[in-house]
């Protein structure tokens, strides 16, 4: 497959106050896709693709097409893999996409079926025949997995193989090939190695800090930005600032909570911290249970890949 162009995600639209799919806009009569998210995977040229398309914004169009292809092959080697497409549903089921920048490959593509699309790729000149199935997003869960074990944490921990793992310092990035969170910009898991830190509020308030928590002298743990949670109960804005959960958890002290500001920009990130005495991991992540307890529930079935991932590598924390 020639490569795909060095093109970051879909959102040009960061500015917009909420980055979640929108309800299907109104499209041309098609028996096979109803606008809602499509998820196919197949070949181009020798390289295994995924894309994932969604009617409506961010597409430029009202009645658009938008969506993000990723070349697995590139991503294993950590080369640029993805490419942002827009385009537009035409009838009889047909697709006509391009790349966002402008400047890449056009593709024409016809769904023929539930589960089947076929179509061709066309660069400088020359078009390539497309067969995509139609299926369920990458499972960022599925496959064989590494244990990550430092010396400088105090805790170990497991990630999928499949995932590009990096570690910077006292974080690890993991980051799952999923075109359709790659494309929201929520296709990321963080597990960074922190400490508890003295915190300082308003009127001369002082706490303890561990990523994005904090608690004052009541021993009441909140989440958000430090302004707002460094000020009095009464003063606190509830749009910055929110009560978080600690709970005992196999062992551990665990904190959990999702700072509201965070929700209202794009798909709302879950925080869970654990203590070992004046040590801390913190796993950040979309997907993660809103309650500690549900972390040793089996997954429900809507629950998306990404979030079965994370919640396995909460799981497989364990003391050094």
Known sequence: MASLPSLRLLLVAACLAVLTPTAAAALPACPFWDGDELHLRGRVGTAAVSVYLVSGWPSRDEDGVSGLALDHERWDRRQEATVALDGHLRSDCRLQLADRGGNGPTWQLRIVSRKRVEGTRTAGGRSEPLVFTIGAPFDCAAGAWETFSDPRWPMTFEYPRSSRFTVTGSMATIECPDASRLAWSN????????????????????????????????????????????????????????????????????????????????????????????????????GLPDDVADLDAPPGRRQRSLGVAASRIVRSLRRR
């Open 187 to 286: 296709a990321t898991t963080i597990v960074e190695h922190d400490r508890r830190v003295d915190a300082t509020g308003t009127g001369g308030r002082t706490g303890t800090r561990v990523g994005p928590f904090v608690s004052f002298a009541d021993g009441t743990w909140l989440v958000g930005e430090d302004d707002e949670c460094g000020k009095p109960p009464e003063d606190i804005s509830f749009l910055y600032c929110d009560r978080a959960a600690a709970r005992p958890w196999h062992g551990f002290t665990v904190l959990q909570g999702i700072a509201p500001s965070e929700g209202r920009t794009g798909p709302s990130t879950v925080h869970y911290a654990f203590l070992l005495g004046d040590d801390a991991v913190v796993v950040s992540s979309g």
